[in-house]
């Protein structure tokens, strides 16, 4: 995995492959870290080095990260923890 600073052509990457690859993931994010109980259609619109924004059933929803993300390995490596804590605790 390479690593880049969050620009914007890095940022709307990582968005892409959210949505296309790993949907459930996304709705995994906004009923653990959002809070939405019952999530239907989730898109990621934007990630930065302090919180990703959802699209959650046509709501915007802020998700802020436990540490300021450095770059996209980071923010790769981030995603990733989250989803494995949701999984260890689910």
Avoid: W
Avoid at 12 to 25: G, L, Y
Avoid at 61 to 68: A, G, P, T, V
Avoid at 74 to 83: E, G, I, N, Y
């Amino acid at each position: 995995m390479s690593t880049e600073p969050l620009s914007p052509n890095v940022t709307a990457r990582i968005c892409r492959h959210m949505n296309a690859d790993h949907p459930e993931a996304l709705i995994q994010l906004a009923k653990r870290y959002g809070g939405m109980p019952t999530p239907k259609k989730v898109k990621m619109i934007d990630i930065t080095a302090i919180a990703m924004t959802l699209e959650v059933d046509g709501e915007f929803l802020e998700i802020l990260f436990d540490h300021k993300l450095a770059d996209s390995s980071d923010a790769h490596k981030s995603l990733v923890a989250m989803l494995q804590e949701i999984r260890r605790t689910s």
